[in-house]
């Protein structure tokens, strides 16, 4: 039985408006992998939630989620595979896992923004009081 050496996958983790590039083994525990990923991420291991396409296939290729030891494994099998078609191929396209941050509420805003449209569109309903007070007048009858 042919036992696969390990394989090292360079990884495109996302933050801030960024990526930075973190090489990890095949042979990588999943708790290894996951608690770096939530330290790149600075986020706590519970909040990461990610999902990956290679960077070999097309952009409309749906990402695979990266949740459990097993999600892992099947990554490094794949890319096992995409790298040994890469490398046969001939192709100067450089291999790496894209990952994407799944969590909304990871991204991290700098301030709030004000909502002004709902001010503006109170404001126009505030009366004009000297229109309001001439209507009135000229209901009543005294002129206007």
Do not use: C
Not at 14 to 41: N, Q
Not at 77 to 85: G, I, L, P, S, V
């Amino acid at each position: 039985m042919h036992i696969a050496s390990d394989i090292d996958v360079p990884f495109q983790v996302p933050f801030e408006g960024a990526v930075s590039t973190e090489i990890f083994s095949s042979g990588t525990p999943f708790i290894e992998f996951h608690s770096t990923l939530a330290d790149l991420l600075s986020l706590t291991p519970s909040a990461v939630k990610v999902a990956y396409p290679f960077s070999t296939q097309p952009r409309t290729t749906l990402h695979t989620h990266l949740r459990n030891a097993d999600d892992l494994k099947g990554l490094f099998e794949k890319a096992r595979a995409a790298q040994a078609k890469l490398e046969k191929s001939k192709s100067s396209k450089e291999f790496f896992v894209k990952l994407k941050d799944l969590e909304p509420f990871n991204v991290k805003q700098k301030g709030k923004k004000r909502d002004t449209k709902k001010k503006k569109v109170l404001s126009s309903f505030i009366p004009n009081w000297f229109e309001f007070d001439a209507l009135i007048d000229q209901i009543e009858g005294r002129g206007g």
